[in-house]
């Protein structure tokens, strides 16, 4: 800790002032009582060093004659005018007498003692010189036992112990490292006793003979399964890897085949698959006394005499549902189907199914038809009926609707919405950081009803086209709805913003007025209508809040006057679009005369 903090100089070994500060360098000589008073400093009184003389013949040292030339020009001694420009090296006999003067080491431990000229040499050597550590730590040493402190220095790099790891770190960090390094050999967790690199612990697991592992062969079916049938149920043993390779031999999901037809199934199937085998010989299913193989069945039942099939007579649209033999299908087709057609026998010519024909007659027959036609028209007048239905329901709705558009009146404010918003470096002129377009939708104004008009609520910034004032515009429009058909228009009501301050109370108010037009401001088609006020006025009232704005939007209905006055401004549109209308036709009639 005495060394902290101090740099050396390196020729007289003393701490040195900092850089560009004029040193006087300290030795320690052997003999200074012997030492010649012509090489003694007059300034200092010291051996002289760096020796520079003056124009006047008068020699000092460096740094002392340095000093003085900056308080006063003029030599220490005779006065004479002199400048720092004007210093020579001494001659060079003086200079070696100098060096040869007898110093000590400045190290008190070292006994060296040589001439001055080689104490800066003998300084890059000294055993007893502090020094730093030459591996960037902050402990303070002499040059002797730097050799000793890189044994044990924290931020010495160092090689990890482990064979193979070329990982080099701070001795300081190597414990850490050595705990998780790669390649520390560890034991294997399973117990097979074999020993490898942390590393190649995973890759070992993957052979251990100890490991739990699971069969993995699948359940081979002793039938042909269809292409969608679940994956196969798998064997699921779970064993050590050992082992795995007897249970193979042993487990009942191996694999083997059949010696007539070759399939492959499992063990386990064994007794199942004969019950499946296309070259297994079985009799007939349906007991015509024939053997044959079973992968031959499908083509024997395609001509077996035994076997049932459809009749396949059909009347007015009714199948016979009897499955005769094969053998007997033609004799049941022409003389037992009860919907075989045959002709009447009274010479009327009516044919019918011989089920129906035994109670079959003339009269009968015309009966018959007159009930298909009385049926068909029962079913038409139903169908009419229907449709009287829908068109009375459809009447109803229409009287409902025109119920609403009566019931409804509109005389009630309403809180259509709320808003706030932050504003951002209001005083910008060009507005790039004033704030974004700010939309909120506004929920439909529900009167008392489910239905009500579509508004929306609009908040953008603008910058004021005399003043350059930096302002937000404040909007409301009105969008298409789905109940625009049962609504009065024009919108009766007019538009109020209120704008809250910290306590939430109304300090700011602006009403956009919907009757004082020439047109009122909402229609059938989506139309919007704000107005602007500058951010100044917004902070003078007190209406910013940290930086917020806080608003709610009311509908305010109309009054009576007001509803006159829009009535008087909609009759005096109407009345001016008449009068267009017959000038545009008239000036079409004189052009087509002309």
Same mark, same amino acid.
């Given at each position: 800790?005495?060394?902290?903090?101090?740099?050396?100089?390196?020729?007289?070994?003393?701490?040195?002032?900092?850089?560009?500060? =004029?040193?006087?360098?300290?030795?320690?000589?052997?003999?200074?009582?012997?030492?010649?008073?012509?090489?003694?400093?007059?300034?200092?009184?010291?051996?002289?060093?760096?020796?520079?003389?003056?124009?006047?013949?008068?020699?000092?040292?460096?740094?002392?004659?340095?000093?003085?030339?900056?308080?006063?020009?003029?030599?220490?001694?005779?006065?004479?005018?002199?400048?720092?420009?004007?210093?020579?090296?001494?001659?060079?006999?003086?200079?070696?007498?100098?060096?040869?003067?007898?110093?000590?080491?400045?190290?008190?431990?070292?006994?060296?003692?040589?001439?001055?000229?080689?104490?800066?040499?003998?300084?890059?050597?000294? =055993?007893?010189?502090?020094?730093?550590?030459?591996?960037?730590? =902050?402990?303070?040493?002499?040059?002797?036992?730097?050799?000793?402190?890189?044994?044990?220095?924290?931020?010495?790099?160092?090689?990890?112990?482990?064979?193979?790891?070329?990982?080099?770190?701070?001795?300081?960090?190597?414990?850490?490292?050595?705990?998780?390094?790669?390649?520390?050999?560890?034991?294997?967790?399973?117990?097979?006793?074999?020993?490898?690199?942390?590393?190649?612990?995973?890759?070992?697991?993957?052979?251990?003979?100890?490991?739990?592992?699971?069969?993995?062969?699948?359940?081979?079916?002793?039938?042909?399964?269809?292409?969608?049938?679940?994956? !196969?149920?798998?064997?699921?043993?779970?064993?050590?890897?050992?082992?795995?390779?007897?249970?193979?031999?042993?487990?009942?999901?191996?694999?083997?085949?059949?010696?007539?037809?070759?399939?492959?199934?499992?063990?386990?199937?064994?007794?199942?698959? =004969?019950?499946?085998?296309?070259?297994?010989?079985?009799?007939?299913?349906?007991?015509?006394?024939?053997?044959?193989?079973?992968?031959?069945?499908?083509?024997?039942?395609?001509?077996? !005499?035994?076997?049932?099939?459809?009749?396949?007579?059909?009347?007015?649209?009714?199948?016979?549902?009897?499955?005769?033999?094969?053998?007997?299908?033609?004799?049941?087709?022409?003389?037992?189907?009860?919907?075989?057609?045959?002709?009447?026998?009274?010479?009327?010519?009516?044919?019918?199914?011989?089920?129906?024909?035994?109670?079959?007659?003339?009269?009968?027959?015309?009966?018959?038809?007159?009930?298909?036609?009385?049926?068909?028209?029962?079913?038409?007048?139903?169908?009419?009926?229907?449709?009287?239905?829908?068109?009375?329901?459809?009447?109803?709705?229409?009287?409902?609707?025109?119920?609403?558009?009566?019931?409804?009146?509109?005389?009630?404010?309403?809180?259509?919405?709320?808003?706030?918003?932050?504003?951002?470096?209001?005083?910008?002129?060009?507005?790039?950081?004033?704030?974004?377009?700010?939309?909120?939708?506004? !929920?439909?104004?529900?009167?008392?009803?489910?239905?009500?008009?579509?508004?929306?609520?609009?908040?953008?910034?603008?910058?004021?086209?005399?003043?350059?004032?930096?302002?937000?515009?404040?909007?409301?429009?009105?969008?298409?709805?789905?109940?625009?058909?049962?609504?009065?228009?024009?919108?009766?009501?007019?538009?109020?913003?209120?704008?809250?301050?910290?306590?939430?109370?109304?300090?700011?108010?602006?009403?956009?007025?919907?009757?004082?037009?020439?047109?009122?401001?909402?229609?059938?088609? !989506?139309?919007?209508?704000?107005?602007?006020?500058?951010?100044?006025?917004?902070?003078?009232?007190?209406?910013?809040?940290?930086?917020?704005?806080?608003?709610?939007?009311?509908?305010?209905?109309?009054?009576?006057?007001?509803?006159?006055?829009?009535?008087?401004?909609?009759?005096?549109?109407?009345?001016?679009?008449?009068?267009?209308?017959?000038?545009?036709?008239?000036?079409?009639?004189?052009?087509?005369?002309?």
């Amino acid at each position: 800790r005495l060394f902290e903090g101090m740099s050396w100089c390196r020729t007289c070994g003393h701490p040195a002032p900092p850089a560009g500060t =004029p040193h006087e360098h300290e030795f320690e000589y052997d003999a200074p009582d012997a030492i010649d008073e012509e090489l003694l400093d007059s300034i200092t009184h010291q051996p002289l060093f760096e020796p520079k003389h003056l124009p006047c013949g008068h020699t000092f040292s460096l740094a002392s004659i340095t000093t003085a030339l900056r308080a006063k020009r003029e030599c220490p001694l005779c006065r004479r005018p002199s400048q720092h420009g004007e210093l020579k090296d001494a001659v060079l006999m003086i200079r070696n007498m100098l060096d040869k003067l007898k110093v000590k080491c400045p190290h008190p431990p070292c006994p060296t003692i040589s001439p001055r000229g080689d104490l800066p040499t003998h300084l890059t050597k000294c =055993p007893k010189a502090p020094v730093t550590c030459p591996e960037g730590c =902050p402990a303070a040493l002499v040059r002797e036992a730097v050799a000793e402190h890189l044994t044990v220095c924290p931020v010495a790099l160092v090689a990890c112990p482990h064979e193979h790891c070329d990982i080099t770190c701070e001795r300081a960090s190597l414990a850490a490292h050595v705990a998780e390094c790669a390649w520390r050999i560890v034991a294997c967790a399973n117990g097979c006793g074999a020993e490898l690199a942390h590393h190649l612990i995973e890759e070992h697991f993957n052979e251990c003979p100890n490991v739990m592992v699971t069969c993995q062969l699948p359940h081979i079916s002793a039938s042909p399964q269809p292409f969608w049938f679940p994956a !196969p149920e798998l064997c699921g043993l779970q064993l050590e890897r050992r082992l795995l390779a007897g249970h193979l031999l042993e487990c009942p999901n191996r694999s083997v085949n059949c010696s007539g037809c070759g399939r492959a199934f499992s063990f386990r199937d064994t007794e199942l698959h =004969p019950q499946t085998c296309p070259v297994v010989e079985i009799a007939c299913p349906h007991g015509c006394g024939d053997r044959h193989l079973r992968q031959h069945n499908r083509q024997h039942i395609a001509t077996c !005499p035994a076997a049932p099939v459809p009749c396949g007579n059909t009347y007015d649209g009714e199948e016979c549902p009897e499955q005769p033999l094969r053998r007997d299908l033609e004799h049941h087709r022409t003389a037992e189907c009860p919907l075989r057609v045959v002709v009447c026998d009274r010479g009327c010519g009516a044919r019918a199914s011989a089920r129906d024909i035994a109670a079959h007659s003339c009269v009968a027959h015309l009966a018959v038809e007159l009930a298909r036609a009385e049926s068909k028209i029962a079913a038409l007048s139903t169908r009419l009926t229907e449709k009287d239905a829908v068109i009375d329901q459809l009447r109803t709705e229409m009287a409902e609707r025109d119920a609403y558009r009566t019931k409804f009146t509109f005389v009630t404010p309403a809180l259509a919405g709320w808003g706030t918003f932050r504003l951002h470096a209001a005083s910008k002129p060009d507005l790039s950081g004033l704030l974004p377009s700010v939309n909120f939708c506004v !929920p439909s104004l529900d009167l008392g009803a489910a239905h009500g008009y579509q508004c929306r609520a609009s908040v953008s910034a603008r910058l004021e086209a005399e003043t350059r004032q930096p302002s937000i515009g404040f909007f409301v429009s009105l969008i298409a709805g789905p109940l625009d058909h049962l609504l009065d228009w024009p919108l009766p009501y007019n538009v109020r913003f209120n704008f809250l301050g910290q306590g939430r109370e109304v300090l700011l108010t602006r009403t956009i007025i919907n009757h004082n037009r020439e047109e009122p401001i909402f229609l059938r088609t !989506p139309d919007s209508r704000g107005w602007t006020i500058t951010v100044a006025m917004l902070q003078e009232k007190g209406v910013v809040v940290r930086d917020r704005v806080t608003f709610t939007i009311e509908f305010l209905p109309w009054t009576d006057a007001e509803r006159r006055t829009s009535q008087q401004l909609l009759d005096v549109k109407r009345e001016r679009e008449q009068r267009e209308q017959v000038l545009r036709e008239q000036e079409e009639y004189d052009d087509y005369y002309d």
